[in-house]
């Protein structure tokens, strides 16, 4: 009795197997490589993003290191727009040393800019 029974079942057996092969390698080919560090100017954009200027002033210098290019300037200048409004808004609430470091960021970044290098008659710094 059974060897009829095994000639019927095993033609069915045969997809069964191969359809349960299949599917185990079809899970492995889902599964997604782990994402890649992200790049220097995506985590500098990032940090900018963030308001984090010292980490940002970091990552830019190791990019001015390893990929010195033109698309340095515009983060450069990014950079120091970024320090500049914080040294504004440090003076808004008084803090003269993080205002006097937070300036001094920014001229180091952009010695020539004339938000920065202009003397001041008030004493204030004036909006662009």
């Not at 983060?75 to 003269?96: C, F, N, P, V």
């Not at 800019?113 to 909006?127: I, T």
Request: net charge neutral; with cysteine.
């Amino acid at each position: 009795m059974s060897a009829p029974l095994l000639r019927y079942l095993s033609p069915l057996l045969l997809p069964l197997l191969l359809a349960a092969c299949q599917h185990g390698a079809t899970e492995s080919a889902d599964t997604a490589p782990p994402p890649s560090p992200p790049s220097l100017s995506q985590e500098l954009e990032r940090q900018l993003g963030e308001g984090d200027l010292a980490a940002a002033t970091v990552s830019f210098k190791r990019l001015q290191a390893e990929q010195p290019g033109p698309t340095l300037e515009t983060y450069q200048r990014r950079l120091s727009e970024a320090w500049l409004k914080h040294g504004e808004q440090a003076i808004e609430r008084g803090d003269m040393s993080e205002a006097a470091t937070a300036l001094g960021n920014a001229r180091a970044l952009m010695p020539r800019a004339p938000a920065l290098s202009m003397p001041r008659q008030s004493g204030a710094v004036g909006k662009p």
